[in-house]
């Protein structure tokens, strides 16, 4: 069961991250490395704004996913969500 973060933990890492490694180096997986793989992803510029938008917001709770790891469940809602968008936006 999930529990609330304390004061003093809210900054820590939930430790089920810790247990990741990168498959390419074999080293343990950091909110920077997280961070910067999560940045390098980009919607093109011809999506539209609200989709592009909502896909900031899924990187941002993903990578805020890093302190309470059940956020990964609620971004890969948000994720499913977002790609209906375009369809339903084109038509």
């Not at 820590?12 to 909110?31: F, H």
């Not at 920077?32 to 940045?39: L, S």
């Amino acid at each position: 069961m999930e529990t609330s973060k304390t004061l003093d933990g809210i900054q820590k890492p939930d430790e089920r991250n810790l247990c990741w490694g990168s498959l390419a180096t074999g080293e343990p997986v950091t909110i920077e490395g997280r961070y910067a793989e999560i940045a390098s992803i980009h919607l093109n510029t011809t999506a539209p704004e609200q989709v592009r938008s909502y896909f900031v917001t899924i990187q941002n709770v993903w990578v805020y996913a890093w302190v309470p790891y059940d956020f990964y469940a609620c971004d890969g809602s948000k994720a499913a969500v977002s790609a209906q968008g375009p369809g339903k936006s084109k038509y």
